[in-house]
């Protein structure tokens, strides 16, 4: 009796998908050289009467909104890839600038109004010495650790004890607000060593150079954008690697997850630290630009917002969050100018009409509208 022969052809897989596509590169680099060289041309070469001259206010307002851009990215991750809604990401962000600003502040010396190796806070409360937790704060090495390890440990720990006990859905968003409207009553605290109400301000230098000058203005936008873009071919990449289907198929059902065999545990802690360490590094970056961090930035409204941001722009998508980041932020920014007391019912209103008529957001919209064309 004659044995069947046995199959030796394997499975083939389908190639891996290209990290981006040629117009997705064609973009990337576009982008690329407006932050890297026409941004710095048009700021510090073109005359300042010229329609062309890019502005220091323009500079510093791109800047400022870049850093929000990360912070929706951020959000992109564990919203729109792993079903994690935080409405308490700003803590993170303000963490990160708070490690940041407590550098600058050691870097202004004796230039203070009290001429005090103590930051003028300080010594208007009658503090003798600096408390024990800014021993590090006059080291820049330190700082960019401290920048990336104290939001990173805080989530950890947070999310290690939340996402054992399996706390999600609108349970988690709650307490992760209760989590940072805490960290908003501490810092408003004047024992505490952070300035109290008003937080820290007033910065002269950073690594011995001066923040107030052209040069290193457009050096931090210049930073901020490579940022940006480095986190989001970062975020790409995660997303389209094994690890983020895996984040994806426990977003749409953890518990078959599970029966395949992933613990959800390390992949919800993991992503959920990298998102609080980009929050951290956006912080870091925004204090210098804009000059201020106080726990304002700590307000329940500012974590919604950077939601908003995502939700707008479209989850899941990656550039979503960031064009909504700027479409949001730049209709802020002239609506409060032009318009202040109808600014809160703008956000309210595109928040409910994007969650009814746009619910993949303006990214989605757009796919739709060019797949509606083709056909």
């Given at each position: 009796?004659?044995?069947?022969?046995?199959?030796?052809?394997?499975?083939?897989?389908?190639?891996?998908?290209?990290?981006?596509?040629?117009?997705?590169?064609?973009?990337?680099?576009?982008?690329?050289?407006?932050?890297?060289?026409?941004?710095?041309?048009?700021?510090?070469?073109?005359?300042?009467?010229?329609?062309?001259?890019?502005?220091?206010?323009?500079?510093?307002?791109?800047?400022?909104?870049?850093?929000?851009?990360?912070?929706?990215?951020?959000?992109?991750?564990?919203?729109?890839?792993?079903?994690?809604?935080?409405?308490?990401?700003?803590?993170?962000?303000?963490?990160?600038?708070?490690?940041?600003?407590?550098?600058?502040?050691?870097?202004?010396?004796?230039?203070?109004?009290?001429q005090s190796d103590l930051p003028d806070f300080m010594v208007f409360l009658d503090w003798k010495e600096l408390p024990w937790h800014w021993a590090l704060s006059d080291s820049f090495l330190a700082t960019l650790a401290?920048?990336?390890?104290?939001?990173?440990?805080?989530?950890?720990?947070?999310?290690?004890?939340?996402?054992?006990?399996?706390?999600?859905?609108?349970?988690?968003?709650?307490?992760?607000?209760?989590?940072?409207?805490?960290?908003?009553?501490?810092?408003?605290?004047?024992?505490?060593?952070?300035?109290?109400?008003?937080?820290?301000?007033?910065?002269?230098?950073?690594?011995?150079?001066?923040?107030?000058?052209?040069?290193?203005?457009?050096?931090?936008?210049?930073?901020?954008?490579?940022?940006?873009?480095?986190?989001?071919?970062?975020?790409?990449?995660?997303?389209?690697?094994?690890?983020?289907?895996?984040?994806?198929?426990i977003r749409d059902a953890e518990n078959r997850t599970m029966f395949c065999g992933y613990d959800p545990l390390p992949y919800k802690l993991s992503i959920w630290t990298i998102s609080a360490v980009m929050c951290g590094?956006?912080?870091?970056?925004?204090?210098?630009?804009?000059?201020?961090?106080?726990?304002?930035?700590?307000?329940?409204?500012?974590?919604?917002?950077?939601?908003?941001?995502?939700?707008?722009?479209?989850?899941?998508?990656?550039?979503?969050?960031?064009?909504?980041?700027?479409?949001?932020?730049?209709?802020?920014?002239?609506?409060?100018?032009?318009?202040?007391?109808?600014?809160?019912?703008?956000?309210?209103?595109?928040?409910?009409?994007?969650?009814?008529?746009?619910?993949?957001?303006?990214?989605g919209l757009v796919k739709k509208l060019m797949r509606g064309g083709k056909a």
């Amino acid at each position: 009796m004659s044995k069947m022969p046995l199959s030796t052809s394997a499975v083939v897989l389908p190639p891996r998908a290209p990290l981006l596509t040629r117009a997705g590169w064609s973009a990337f680099l576009v982008a690329l050289l407006a932050v890297c060289a026409l941004a710095p041309v048009l700021n510090l070469l073109v005359p300042a009467g010229s329609a062309f001259h890019l502005s220091d206010y323009m500079v510093s307002l791109l800047g400022k909104i870049m850093c929000y851009a990360i912070c929706a990215l951020a959000m992109d991750l564990i919203w729109g890839y792993s079903g994690i809604l935080s409405l308490g990401h700003g803590l993170f962000f303000a963490l990160g600038g708070y490690m940041m600003g407590m550098y600058l502040m050691r870097q202004i010396g004796r230039d203070g109004q009290y001429q005090s190796d103590l930051p003028d806070f300080m010594v208007f409360l009658d503090w003798k010495e600096l408390p024990w937790h800014w021993a590090l704060s006059d080291s820049f090495l330190a700082t960019l650790a401290l920048i990336v390890l104290v939001p990173g440990g805080v989530a950890f720990v947070f999310g290690y004890f939340a996402f054992r006990s399996r706390i999600k859905g609108v349970y988690f968003s709650i307490i992760t607000q209760a989590l940072t409207y805490a960290a908003l009553l501490l810092f408003f605290r004047n024992e505490t060593g952070f300035g109290g109400n008003n937080g820290f301000t007033d910065f002269k230098r950073i690594l011995g150079i001066a923040i107030a000058t052209p040069p290193m203005r457009m050096f931090l936008f210049v930073l901020t954008g490579l940022t940006l873009l480095g986190f989001f071919l970062m975020a790409r990449w995660l997303v389209r690697s094994k690890y983020g289907r895996v984040l994806q198929a426990i977003r749409d059902a953890e518990n078959r997850t599970m029966f395949c065999g992933y613990d959800p545990l390390p992949y919800k802690l993991s992503i959920w630290t990298i998102s609080a360490v980009m929050c951290g590094i956006a912080g870091a970056l925004y204090v210098p630009q804009v000059g201020i961090i106080n726990p304002s930035e700590m307000t329940p409204a500012n974590s919604i917002e950077i939601a908003i941001w995502a939700a707008v722009g479209g989850r899941g998508t990656l550039i979503g969050p960031i064009v909504g980041a700027f479409l949001v932020n730049g209709a802020k920014s002239w609506l409060t100018v032009t318009f202040p007391e109808f600014w809160l019912y703008v956000l309210g209103g595109l928040f409910i009409v994007v969650t009814l008529f746009m619910p993949q957001g303006v990214v989605g919209l757009v796919k739709k509208l060019m797949r509606g064309g083709k056909a």
